[in-house]
């Protein structure tokens, strides 16, 4: 009999690329390492807050660089991910609140689609330019990864409920207190350790700690199973 | 015949610890890879106040995650990294100015020499070798005084202001040059996507050391 599944905490936000990339790496190696990978929907804006960091595309030659590490990213992890037009807008303006809370509802009451939503919700703000903030982008992102009209109208009637707000402020203060300044954060939980890396470039080294081969961003699906 | 090497300089500074990763696992490659390793001493500090940047460790939450961090890469990376017990006051008061001018120099008269001395420094600072926390001022001056020229400060300053012409806001940074393309990477982290960029195979961190040459 193997052993137990360690579980990996992903704590991300839709509005963070970083955390799209991550996010794509570790759910394909979902099958191939013993890894229980948990989904854990944030705020980066209320991370942001309580660390007393700030965006760092607001440096000027930090926003110039993400454009050359997200070009390079895009073709290394093979995620097609593109930098929106109006980019302060979408980050800073329009934010990410209702996206969240959706992921939050969805988490909670069918989180077998959590991992589907999360991407087309990802593929809308930072691959095809599309808004993720108005009910019906939201519900359009929905059906796209597979829920029923009425499912996701359900759901997204309950974002505004106090145990939605209150989970996705929870999850945001989970990941402060594991020590986040920004997103995405990995938490391993190996034996009676816990490691919290920071950053979509932490992979090969979370292979290490989990004892686990590290076959690049874009490892070969697992075979078949008879 | 095999293709030319291809040009991978890398901008770094001794004050920085994640410089210390990328040279390493740099330095490891550089007979594993068809590529030619051009060290470029700068100042951090210098890059800091050209792009209005200011050090990570100066926010409480990203200087307790280095701590966790270089923990994590001193194994994973084999490199005997560990924080200076006065960390803040040899970051941000004692600097690296005379280390880097010296490395300069160094780099001008024996360049070949450039990869220890830069490690024998990294060493100093970044390792428990070290007697003390930060440079030792002694050994430094005597050698500055032989070579504290506009030279090498014009080309400390040059080199750096190259390091910011490419777009940095930190260190260290690597730049490939590839056929007629120019990649900037910023980090230690980046090294995986360098072996992609160069169309050479990545074999972690630590990798295998060549097999000796008869």
């Known amino acids: 009999m193997g052993a137990l599944p360690r579980t990996v905490e992903l704590f991300y936000d839709v509005l963070s690329p970083y955390s ?3 996010f794509e790496v570790l759910c394909r190696y979902k099958h191939l390492w013993n890894m229980d990978l948990q989904l854990r929907p944030s705020l980066i804006a209320g991370i942001m807050k309580d660390s007393g960091n700030s965006p760092p595309a607001l440096l000027p030659r930090k926003a110039q660089y993400l454009n050359v590490d997200l070009k390079n990213l895009r073709e290394h992890l093979q995620v097609p991910i593109y930098i929106p037009k109006d980019f302060f807008n979408v980050i800073l303006q329009k934010g990410s609140l209702s996206a969240m809370r959706f992921l939050t509802a969805v988490n909670l009451e069918y ?10 919700l990802w593929m809308r703000v930072w691959s095809r330019d599309e808004d993720i903030t108005e009910p ?3 519900l359009a992102a929905a059906e796209k990864a597979g829920m029923s009209a009425e499912q996701a109208t359900q759901l997204l009637e309950k974002i505004s409920t106090v145990k939605v707000k209150t989970l996705l402020r929870e999850t945001t203060e989970a990941a402060c207190r594991y020590g986040a300044f920004g997103l995405p954060v990995t938490v391993a939980h190996v034996d009676d350790q816990t490691h919290m890396l920071f950053g979509s470039d932490r992979m090969e080294l979370l292979a290490h700690l989990l004892g686990e081969k590290w076959m690049g961003p874009v490892p070969p699906a697992p075979a078949a199973k008879l």
């Open 136 to 138: 019906q982008s939201i």
């Open 20 to 22: 799209w990339l991550g």
């Open 111 to 120: 989180p077998e689609m959590l991992e589907k939503v999360s991407r087309e």
